[in-house]
């Protein structure tokens, strides 16, 4: 009987260790992802902020500064390759393209920038290919004008001569045709 | 009076001069100087282009006219540039020696980034003064063309000996230490 009562005893204890055990693995893997999410909820907002700006997106708009060519063509030089790695830099700091080509001229000037900037003689790289198209324009149309203003006035110069039949042959086809009447 | 020339034949020549003459214009900004290259050739020794550049390795700027009486080796590098890396030790050392003897080395990084020119002087331990034209607008002034280039300047401010490309042991003891010996 007391033995009975002891192996009883002994079941609910275990029973009740084992329950105590799975409440403090489930209450640990609960603070676990608690922790979790509220360490990673800084950095998805953040990923969320930062702008989604690419090396290509910024590299065809840069300047190698040493080989004269846009990032993007300029491949071997180590010049070309450390502007890259500072690009990189900075997109991992959630920089704005903007912001990175601005950080390219504070370090190599304004020669940086494959646009060069509306003023100066800068300027001029805005201002020539719109004029010269203007000036393109002007001169077709003028062209044009005075290529439909000449055509009448050719047809009415064509001299009679110019007919490729011969009289002798008019006369003889004006025969055949008579002839052939139908 | 008769007309020469007529309106749209006028206009397509204007406009083709006026696009040679940008062209032109272009061409001539972008043209590094080799005037004082020829005139050291000739035997002659030009006046140092003007240069007051940020420094590099202290806060404030940094003239050529300020160094003035002092023999100058104007050294203009980069820490990209492969040859700067082996020139750069024999400088330092070079540094030391003229230091004494009234000359100076005077280190002008070109078309780098500030943490890459930093670092480098760190890694080789340059002591030697270092500014720093990072968008080089000297270079053309000075007619460099590439990376190292290096011109001695005496003590009257005239370039004596250019050098495009790395200078070495013997170019130095053959084109500075005479200039040391000079006067002011």
């Known amino acids: 009987m007391r033995a009975r009562e002891e192996g009883r005893r002994w079941s609910v204890r275990r029973r009740y260790d084992a329950a105590k055990s799975t409440f403090s693995t489930t209450r640990l893997v609960a603070l676990l992802a608690t922790a979790l999410t509220l360490a990673s909820a800084p950095a998805a907002a953040a990923a969320a902020r930062c702008p989604r700006t690419t090396l290509g997106d910024v590299e065809d708009e840069v300047m190698c500064t040493v080989c004269g060519v846009p990032l993007n063509l300029a491949t071997d030089a180590p010049q070309a390759a450390r502007e890259r790695a500072f690009i990189v830099a900075l997109i991992r700091q959630c920089r704005t393209k903007s912001q990175i080509k601005q950080a390219l001229v504070d370090q190599y000037g304004e020669r940086v920038l494959a646009l060069p900037k509306a003023k100066g003689f800068g300027l001029g790289a805005y201002v020539v290919p719109v004029v010269g198209f203007l000036i393109a324009a002007a001169l077709v149309g003028a062209a044009a004008v005075r290529w439909r203003r000449r055509r009448p006035d050719r047809r009415a110069s064509q001299p009679a001569a110019e007919s490729p039949i011969e009289p002798g042959a008019s006369a003889r086809l004006e025969a055949d045709l008579q002839r052939y009447d139908l | ?184």
């Open chain 2, 1 to 184: 009076m008769k007309r020469v020339l007529k309106p749209v034949p006028l206009a397509a020549i204007a406009s083709t001069a006026a696009l040679v003459a940008l062209l032109a214009y272009g061409v001539v900004q972008n043209e590094p100087n080799r005037s004082i290259d020829e005139a050291v050739a000739s035997g002659q020794r030009p006046n140092a282009p003007a240069l007051e550049l940020p420094r590099l390795d202290a806060p404030g700027r940094l003239s050529l006219a300020s160094l003035r009486g002092r023999v100058v080796v104007l050294n203009f590098w980069a820490s990209w540039c492969i040859p700067c890396r082996q020139e750069s030790p024999l400088l330092e050392r070079w540094q030391h020696r003229i230091a004494a003897a009234g000359g100076t080395i005077l280190g002008v990084d070109v078309l780098d980034l500030t943490t890459d020119a930093r670092a480098f002087v760190h890694r080789y331990r340059l002591t030697y003064p270092m500014v720093r034209d990072g968008p080089g607008r000297r270079l053309a002034a000075f007619g460099v063309l590439g990376y190292p280039e290096t011109l001695l300047i005496d003590r009257r401010g005239h370039v004596a000996a250019t050098n495009r490309g790395p200078v070495t042991e013997s170019y130095l003891q053959r084109a500075l230490l005479p200039l040391l010996r000079e006067h002011a």
